[in-house]
């Protein structure tokens, strides 16, 4: 059992909470927890935490625009080599 005490500046009782309750609330930021006399609070992440989320989050953005630009580049060799393709053929019919 973790000790917790209720945030509510009126209430202030103390109670326990199951250890896995209290890790899946702290993990799901945003989870209610309630105290027995109903006041419910949140558990938020830190600042370390809320930054290391942030700093995955962008760095998953900056694969997905990375694959992106690849596939674009990949798109771009196929047109130039039809457009050298044609302008081939268009030269050698020029020369008849």
């Not at 609330?25 to 989320?53: I, W």
């Amino acid at each position: 059992m973790i000790n917790v005490t209720c945030c509510n500046r009126d209430c202030g009782v103390d109670f326990g909470i199951p250890e896995h309750i209290e890790r899946q609330a702290r993990r799901d930021a945003g989870r209610r927890v309630v105290c027995p006399n109903g006041h419910g609070f949140v558990y938020q992440d830190s600042e370390p935490d809320r930054l290391r989320k942030e700093i995955e989050r962008l760095n998953a953005q900056v694969v997905r625009k990375q694959e992106y630009v690849e596939s674009l580049e990949r798109e771009n060799t196929t047109y130039l080599k039809r457009v050298r393709y044609w302008k081939g053929i268009a030269h050698r019919k020029g020369r008849k």
